[in-house]
């Protein structure tokens, strides 16, 4: 079976604006199609958990109480 032309346009959408952007079409006798994407509150969870991780590493590294007295 070959991909509905409004699946192909669907995609080239996407992929021309992955980080925001809609699609609005009719796939064959599917029905019709309302795609929204975007970079929300998800993306901003991402982006503190990963700066936490970063932030725990970097005291990770540093010297245990018991190495800085030399024992």
Known sequence: ?????????????????PVTGSFRG????????ELRWGLGLGSLMMLAGGLLQILGGLLSTERSPRQREGI
């Open 26 to 33: 009719r796939i064959g006798h599917i029905g019709d199609v």
């Open 1 to 17: 079976e070959e991909i509905p032309e409004a699946v192909d346009e669907m995609i080239n959408t996407l992929q021309a604006s």
